[in-house]
Each structure stands twice: as C-alpha cells, then as structure tokens.
C-alpha cells in the first residue's frame, strides 16, 4: 500500500509537447508538494497546495500548472515542454510539523 | 544567503564505523524543524530524522541521531556502525513557518556517502 505514488515514472517526450504527472496520497496529510530535481541532485520546491489551496509558488514558469481536485491528489501539467525541463520530479505529502514523504518521483526527459 | 549549507559534497566512511554529515541552516524564524533525508542510487527520497526547534533532546532512530547544536545552528548527521547499504546521497533539509499549512522545505545540497567494505 503506496503512500504517496505518482506516474508515470518515467516520461520521455518530444520538445513542444504538454504532459501531465499524476500524484496521490493516502495518508491523509493537508499539504502537498511539487519539487524538481536537477542533473545536480539540487531539489527545488516548486508548489505547495494546503487542503487543495495554493499556498506556496516559487518561481516557476507558467507553462507548468499545478491542479489539486481535493487534497489527496497535486497534479502538475507542463505546457510547451522545453529541454530545461528534464529532471526527475518528485511529489512529496506532510501533515502539519511532521515530515514530508515522497513519491518515487518521476523522471522526465525531453529529446 | 544560503538557508541550509552542506559543506561535504562526498564522504567516505569504513564500513561499521561511525560518521557525521554537516548541516548548518539559517533562519530568525523561531520555529523551525530539522529533517535529515537518504536518497539511495534507486533514487527515492526516505524520511530518516527529524528534530524540532524547541526540542530539548537530540532525537535519535536507531543508527541515526542528530546533534543539534542551537547556538551554532548546525544539525549533523550522525550514523553509527556504517553499513553497505548506508551509501547514498543525503539531504539536510529546513522547515520554516508555523504550523498548520505555509511551511516552506528548504534542503540542502547534499552529502554523498559511500561507505567502503
């Protein structure tokens, strides 16, 4: 029973697509999160959504669009994919103080 | 200036003994909470310790603890009798903000280990 999971785990795509990544969890945590990270091991935060509300937005392009239709679920659609984009994405949960746990992450890689 | 510093980029660490990974933050949040992470070469990201601004104990988890050292703000990693499947890549990470929904999660830029037979 996966606490958080995402998919897919890999996506290899062409420059220019849009593509979705899927998360849930089942932990019934309120907060949910986007991170990327890069060929560097460095992780990021992109989103933060708090029972299903926006909460944190770095700076991030708007060709990706985060979507939570309730809050066991953080969605991130990215636009006009370009080569930047590749790097492993990871969605991770929280509850309140406590830690944040994270799906297996998703790699993707823009040819 | 850098909210969470990892000074270590790689360490290596004989098997069975003992090792510390560095981690020192930044923040004049009075709240803050201290999370330590391990992200084996398969690539998932595993919760391992967590210590939290007002805690008066250093916590521990079987191999691991952490010493906190408030003064200093510094949070080291430290595993006790190393084993094989201890390397890995290890991030330091900050919880900044009261609880109850904005917290933001700064990491660091991580410690390679590899832990030598």
């Known amino acids: 029973d996966t606490a958080v999971s995402q998919t897919p785990k890999y996506l290899v795509t062409q420059m220019g697509n849009d593509k979705s990544i899927k998360c849930e969890q089942n932990?019934?945590?309120?907060?949910m999160y986007w991170y990327k990270q890069d060929s560097k091991k460095f992780l990021k935060i992109m989103f933060s959504?708090?029972?299903?509300?926006?909460?944190i937005n770095e700076t991030v392009p708007n060709r990706f669009s985060p979507k939570s239709p309730d809050k066991a679920h953080l969605n991130l659609h990215i636009n006009s994919l370009e080569l930047g984009d590749s790097a492993v994405y990871f969605c991770?949960?929280?509850?309140?103080?406590?830690?944040?746990?994270f799906g297996d992450g998703t790699r993707l890689s823009i040819l | 200036a850098q909210k969470i510093t990892q000074t270590q980029p790689g360490m290596f660490v004989q098997e069975k003994e003992a090792v510390t990974l560095d981690c020192t933050y930044d923040?004049?949040?009075?709240?803050?909470?201290l999370f330590w992470y391990k992200q084996p070469s398969s690539g998932e990201m595993i919760f391992l310790i967590y210590?939290?601004?007002?805690?008066?104990q250093n916590a521990t988890e079987g191999r691991y603890s952490l010493n906190f050292q408030k003064a200093r703000k510094s949070a080291n990693l430290v595993i006790s009798a190393s084993q094989l499947g201890d390397s890995a890549m290890y991030f330091c990470?900050?919880?900044?903000?009261?609880?109850?929904?904005?917290?933001?999660?700064?990491f660091g830029t991580g410690t390679k280990l590899q832990v030598i037979p």
């Open positions: 991770a949960s929280s509850q309140a103080a406590g830690p944040q746990h």
């Open positions: 932990l019934g945590h309120d907060t």
């Open positions: 959504y708090n029972n299903k509300e926006l909460i």
């Open positions: 923040t004049s949040d009075p709240s803050y909470g």
């Open positions: 210590q939290g601004s007002y805690d008066q």
């Open positions: 990470a900050m919880r900044e903000g009261a609880t109850g929904g904005y917290q933001k999660v700064t």
